[in-house]
């Protein structure tokens, strides 16, 4: 749970005859992790033909099954699920093509048929739009168009833009007729010698006038007109509506046809993009990739029932070994998978590093509820969390996931409620069993920077048996985050412990005397690190540059972390805003209704609902930005690659 599953990397030489089915046998297994074989060393690469015309066949399926799709999804037919199959042959094209033809042109005619008919309804309906202003005079609009020798324009302008189109027009001869105004718009008519029309429709168009356009064809008053392009508005929306469901009825029809195409055509596409990855010899092939080795065993066995002629080489990966990547299994219980998500949202761990996910499983929901402590709105947060796992409520499947982290965060904030004596901000039904954070600020300030301090400390060391497991010890002796580090951090603490309060828990010489050989380990991390590991020369550069960027890392470092332990003083700040913010909706609901009444509830009620949805998403950020700026930095690079097995079954979303 600690670490990745430890991974075992497979070579296999298959004879070219044995190619589909071994390539079906690994789909089927699920658990073998191809590398690409561009991706293989020089000297092995080197050695294949770069001759492979599987990859023009991928191309082909692809092709196939993306146009497949688009008939389904134009006719509203879901993908479905894959049948199972013990054949190891490859979907024949010829087979498919009548049918698909068939289809794609019965589709193609219907949607060139809504395309046409939607075009004119949108045309329709940008008629009525611009009647719509004018729609209550009484005007033949037969009048307004531009008989012999006079241009008129009619349309919609705001108010304000009026005087400017005037002054526009000033010196070309032009009638002007405001023919109704209020507040938001003014409906005007315009008139002027045709030889003056270009004139005049720049000046309306710079004073943002929507002139209104009719085909001539159009006759009477603009609410007769409205009437007869509602009419046939609404004609072709039973037009366009007929025509959708004849195509959702042959999507019924031939639903299981297509959806069986489709996967036979899938899975030979995902067979063929594989053997293409594959790397070729003159009359055999090479497969690289990795397996769990805990699977090894019934790998190998699969394998060989397919072929005895397959040789194999098998090479267990050892942590620390970080001269190839190797693929990622987070192996988490189930309970822990959400965190295990927000681990992944900042980085995929690498194999030689701990997954971090238990500890966040039990620092999120911690710093969480010490800055949300409330018994009532932890209650609602965890009810809340359940309804999302659950999946019974549609409109919230989409953060599902979500879930389990705010159940668990509604947990913490119960306990924590009851540590501050708090229920839905009301402050004198619970005793506190520790103290109440407004009455003790400096005490919750103190105790966050101490809890920081810990939980900083749990990084460092994260980090040190993170750098043993890669047999690292350049890292584990003298890096920021290694022993170095973190000898120096415990010495200041111990000084600053000191200085405050006055306990010595060691001499105070001793504390500096430590603190000083850290700083020089730390500052002259480089150079220890290529002298135990043998690497020349031991300084690059000038001595002197080299001697100024070693005293500003170190300077750097110390102002980290000071700031990364100062930065947990949000916590204690967060736990008394809550207290204050929840002090607040009850004075609020106290002036509405003194004596208690319905206004008061009603006021409690929707400021706790508010406490609840805006401080819980703030204090949420704010707790990420502390696992992951502060803790996170000491000990997660992130970066590995993460495990995707050849199968041939459908992918889970994530």
Request: glycine share 8%; charged share 15%; with cysteine.
């Amino acid at each position: 749970m600690f670490y990745p599953q430890e991974m075992t990397q497979i070579q296999l030489i298959i004879p070219e005859n044995d190619l589909l089915p071994l390539t079906k046998e690994l789909a089927d297994q699920g658990i073998f992790h191809q590398i690409d074989s561009s991706a293989l060393p020089a000297e092995m690469g080197s050695k294949l033909s770069a001759h492979n015309s599987w990859g023009e066949t991928a191309l082909s399926y692809f092709s196939s099954e993306r146009r497949i799709m688009g008939i389904m999804q134009s006719m509203g037919v879901e993908e479905g699920m894959p049948s199972l199959t013990t054949s190891a042959s490859l979907f024949e094209f010829d087979k498919s093509n009548p049918i698909v033809d068939e289809l794609d042109q019965e589709v193609k005619q219907l949607q060139e048929q809504i395309a046409g008919e939607q075009k004119q309804l949108d045309q329709l309906q940008n008629i009525v739009s611009q009647l719509e202003p004018i729609s209550d005079l009484d005007l033949d609009i037969r009048t307004i168009r531009s008989p012999g020798f006079i241009y008129t324009l009619i349309g919609v302008i705001p108010p304000a833009n009026i005087d400017r189109l005037q002054t526009s027009l000033e010196h070309i001869p032009f009638v002007f007729d405001t023919l109704r105004q209020d507040e938001q718009k003014a409906v005007v008519l315009l008139a002027c010698q045709k030889a003056n029309a270009d004139i005049l429709d720049r000046a309306a168009r710079s004073a943002y006038l929507n002139a209104l356009h009719l085909p001539d064809t159009y006759q009477g008053t603009p609410a007769e007109i409205i009437l007869s392009l509602q009419n046939g508005i609404q004609g072709l929306h039973d037009l366009i509506g007929d025509q959708k469901n004849i195509l959702i009825r042959k999507g019924e029809q031939n639903s299981k046809q297509l959806q069986s195409l489709l996967w036979q055509v899938r899975r030979s596409r995902i067979l063929v993009e594989a053997i293409a990855r594959f790397g070729r010899f003159s009359y055999t092939y090479l497969i690289t990739g990795w397996v769990p080795s805990r699977a090894v065993s019934d790998f190998v066995a699969g394998i060989k029932k397919v072929s005895p002629a397959i040789l194999m080489e098998a090479f267990p990966f050892k942590r620390g070994n970080r001269k190839e990547d190797v693929p990622v299994i987070l192996q988490n219980p189930k309970p822990l998978r959400p965190f295990q998500q927000l681990v992944t949202t900042y980085g995929q761990p690498r194999y030689e590093e701990m997954d971090p996910t238990f500890l966040l499983a039990i620092t999120f929901p911690f710093l969480f509820g010490a800055m949300f402590g409330d018994a009532g709105h932890g209650a609602l947060l965890a009810l809340l969390g359940l309804l999302l796992s659950s999946r019974k409520v549609k409109a919230l499947r989409s953060m599902a996931n979500f879930g389990g982290i705010i159940t668990f965060c509604g947990i913490s904030a119960i306990v924590f409620g009851f540590f501050y004596g708090n229920i839905f901000g009301f402050e004198d039904i619970l005793r506190p069993l520790l103290f109440r954070p407004s009455n003790s600020i400096l005490t919750t300030m103190m105790i966050a920077v101490g809890a920081g301090a810990v939980l900083l400390s749990a990084g460092f060391i994260v980090s040190i048996v993170n750098a043993l497991a890669a047999k690292d010890m350049g890292r584990l002796l003298f890096d920021p985050h290694g022993l170095a580090g973190v000898v120096l951090y415990w010495s200041l603490i111990g000084l600053a412990t000191e200085a405050l309060t006055k306990n010595n828990l060691l001499p105070p010489v001793v504390l500096g005397l430590l603190a000083a050989m850290a700083a020089i380990s730390v500052m002259f991390s480089e150079t220890f690190k290529r002298l135990i590991e043998r690497h020349r020369p031991l300084i690059e550069g000038d001595l002197f540059s080299y001697l100024a960027g070693s005293f500003f890392e170190l300077f750097e470092l110390l102002i980290s972390l000071l700031s990364n332990s100062v930065s947990y003083v949000r916590v204690a700040a967060f736990a008394v805003a809550h207290a204050g913010l929840s002090a607040v909706i009850l004075i609020l609901a106290a002036l509405i209704s003194p004596s208690h009444g319905v206004g008061f509830w009603i006021v409690v009620a929707f400021g706790n609902l508010f406490i609840i949805g805006f401080e819980g998403m703030i204090v949420g950020i704010q707790t990420m930005r502390l696992e992951y700026y502060e803790l996170f930095s000491k000990f997660f690079s992130g970066g590995g690659m993460e495990y995707e097995p050849l199968t041939l079954q459908p992918k889970i979303e994530k």
